[in-house]
């Protein structure tokens, strides 16, 4: 008709004029067949269930966002999740928490310098009692430890902790 097509049969498909499938569609999935998928609309795409791709990329100059508006987004792989920005900075906000977790291995901060500007600082006391607070400690090999604060450093290089 004039504002529809509708077809019925057990598959549908689009070839390229040298015979690639570009568009298939059967009962069970629908498969796209191009080197690229463009999505142009405003909103984006939207998917009510999973996505599984080898690339999800931004055109250029352009801002790359995945974003789950009312529940969670998850990165599933079992050989490990890259993120890379080639120019610029990893952004992670969240109103509740950001937990960083490792199962098996160490979570390595690997940079010239790790700030945490919102740690709250002690003023040194005459009594010299910590009043609930502590001192981060740094061991040789990186790990990090609490130690109950005083009026000087109570952090040791050979404590137990970094042994």
Known sequence: G?????????QFQINSKDGKPLFTVDENEVVIGTDKLRVTGP????FEHSVETPLVKAEAFKQLRLES???????????GINIKAQAGNI?????MDIKLHSSDGVLLLDAETVRLPKLPEGTRG????SQGLYEICVCPDGKLYLSVAGVGSTCQEYSRVCQ
Not at 43 to 46: H, P, R, S, T
């Open 2 to 10: 004039p504002k529809m097509v509708e077809f019925h049969s057990q």
């Open 43 to 46: 909103e984006g795409a939207l």
């Open 69 to 79: 508006p009312t529940r969670s987004l998850s990165m599933d792989a079992p050989r």
């Open 91 to 95: 952004e992670a906000l969240s109103q």
């Open 126 to 129: 005459s009594s010299g009692i």
